[in-house]
């Protein structure tokens, strides 16, 4: 199956600013501040794989439905996804608390352990995030599975390597709640754009 280098970038770029500040960075931050960041990154990777190909699955899933309709549901779940951005930006301050909760649920002491803590605390957080529905939306809509779920998964691994590596110094460059504005914008333009070929159509 051939790959799109634009679908692959258009849903790296799309989940990468959604996800930048959005509790999958906090979450890995904390985590890879109690256990060694690598078991934490692969245990949150894996946790991503997993939750990517059922986002694609259930996009494929929804390709069948008409195109009309899935290009209106894929419109509406991006505006809903800029309201969402929009209002997590004006509170994101309880978002490090709730995730230093989710860490604090285990202790492990060895690799597998802690891959298999990191895998669960994402895992439970990711599920239904706007990430999902964005991923679901973008396959039912460009009907190109592979590509999505490249620049899908390549994005989330991105967003939790640099939590990793440079998690606290870059909180201290970018603000958080300017990202979830940015996200909310590019959900909104993808919204609209997506609902005005609906229109044209």
């Not at 999958?24 to 692969?42: E, H, N």
């Not at 460059?173 to 609209?192: E, K, P, R, Y």
């Amino acid at each position: 199956m051939a790959v799109d280098i634009g679908l692959i970038a258009l849903a790296f770029f799309s989940i990468f600013i959604v996800e930048l500040p959005d509790k999958t960075f906090l979450a890995t931050l904390v985590l890879a501040t109690k256990y060694k960041p690598l078991y934490v990154w692969i245990g949150v990777g894996l946790a991503f794989a997993v939750q990517t190909i059922l986002a694609v699955v259930a996009g494929g899933v929804a390709s069948l439905l008409p195109k009309d309709l899935i290009h209106t549901i894929a419109g509406l779940i991006f505006l809903a996804g800029a309201v969402l951005l929009f209002k997590e930006g004006r509170s994101h301050q309880n978002a490090e608390e709730d995730e230093e909760e989710y860490a604090e649920k285990a202790k492990p002491t060895n690799g597998a352990r802690q891959i298999l803590a990191a895998f669960m605390v994402l895992f439970a957080a990711e599920w239904g995030d706007l990430s999902q529905l964005l991923t679901i939306s973008l396959v039912a809509k460009y009907k190109e599975p592979l590509s999505i779920f490249i620049g899908s998964l390549a994005a989330l691994l991105a967003v939790s390597g640099l939590a990793v590596i440079v998690g606290k110094q870059l909180l201290r460059w970018i603000s958080l709640h300017l990202l979830h504005f940015i996200g909310a914008g590019i959900c909104l333009v993808l919204g609209i754009y997506t609902l005005v070929e609906v229109v044209a159509s």
